[in-house]
């Protein structure tokens, strides 16, 4: 179960992540920040990290893709970034973690998949936020992933929804 459940990314405020003593965010990339299509930020996303950065939090990219396409959409950012990150397994998270210097109270992971993204978090002892997946454009193994979900997400309906 994720500690959080919100819309989307941008429902995450400076006011609610320091509310919830927030200061570091671990953030996977695809249908969480951006589309598999599409290569680089959008100018609204970049607009969101920034203020992020300018409020003084740390921000890292954890992501199950390859290499070359983490690079390429964070080449205009500079953040960390971890590719090929195998999660559920925490590895590559507590490796973001110990980059940004943060305690795992201090630290989210945010992403679209419970199997991945909420679970490597929960093992990494960090807190976690689910985000609604951004399409529905998915390959045949993520939709099962999706299906394999609903329970999960059925219990997740009666959390608050910031």
Do not use: H
């Not at 921000?59 to 500079?78: E, H, T």
């Not at 490597?120 to 998915?138: C, H, M, P, R």
């Amino acid at each position: 179960m994720p500690d959080l459940w919100v819309s989307s990314v941008y429902d995450l405020t400076v006011e609610l992540l320091k509310s919830r003593n927030i200061r570091g965010l671990i953030l996977d990339i695809d249908n969480t920040l951006a589309t598999y299509d599409e290569p680089e930020p959008s100018y609204k996303l970049k607009k969101w990290l920034k203020n992020l950065q300018d409020n003084g939090f740390q921000i890292s990219f954890v992501s199950n893709n390859k290499k070359v396409r983490v690079d390429s959409f964070n080449q205009s950012l500079s953040f960390d970034a971890y590719a090929r990150a195998m999660k559920p397994f925490p590895r590559n998270i507590k490796k973001a973690l110990k980059a940004q210097g943060l305690l795992p109270n201090e630290t989210a992971m945010v992403g679209d998949q419970i199997f991945t993204d909420v679970m490597g978090g929960n093992f990494a002892g960090v807190q976690t936020i689910l985000v609604d997946y951004i399409s529905a454009k998915e390959s045949i193994g993520f939709k099962v992933k999706r299906w394999m979900e609903r329970p999960i997400l059925r219990r997740c309906e009666k959390m608050d929804r910031a």
